[in-house]
């Protein structure tokens, strides 16, 4: 049976549809509370990498945390590594479910970037 990390946040019910698409299609998952647990700076480079996407894409733009700290404003002038330890430092940051299986990396919940990605279960 095929393994997924899966980083998430449990109140969050874009995360729990996310979770019952891909165990409903046969996965198995570790789950990470990524707000109790985010994800080092060393792991998102790497999901960053793996994700193909810019490093804003991890960003939860819609959060309260976002917002409060005006990242909207700061983040075109910070580097990359200075986004990855922000994101690192505080899960809250980061746009959620991160799903993996190592080689593929998918940010958020889409069903049909899902079907794409990860429908062999």
């Not at 960053?48 to 976002?66: H, P």
């Not at 505080?90 to 593929?104: H, S």
């Amino acid at each position: 049976m095929k393994r997924l990390t899966v980083y998430h946040y449990p109140k969050c019910s874009t995360c729990r549809n996310a979770l019952k698409w891909l165990k409903e299609r046969g996965y198995e998952i570790d789950s990470i509370d990524i707000v109790s647990t985010p994800p080092s700076a060393a792991d998102l480079e790497r999901l960053i990498q793996l994700s193909g996407l810019d490093t804003r894409k991890f960003f939860n733009t819609a959060g309260e945390v976002y917002k409060t700290m005006k990242l909207k404003d700061k983040l075109p002038h910070m580097s990359e590594p200075e986004m990855v330890d922000l994101l690192a430092g505080n899960g809250r940051l980061i746009k959620r479910p991160i799903v993996t299986d190592g080689k593929k990396v998918t940010v958020g919940f889409k069903p049909s970037e899902f079907e794409n990605i990860w429908q062999q279960g």
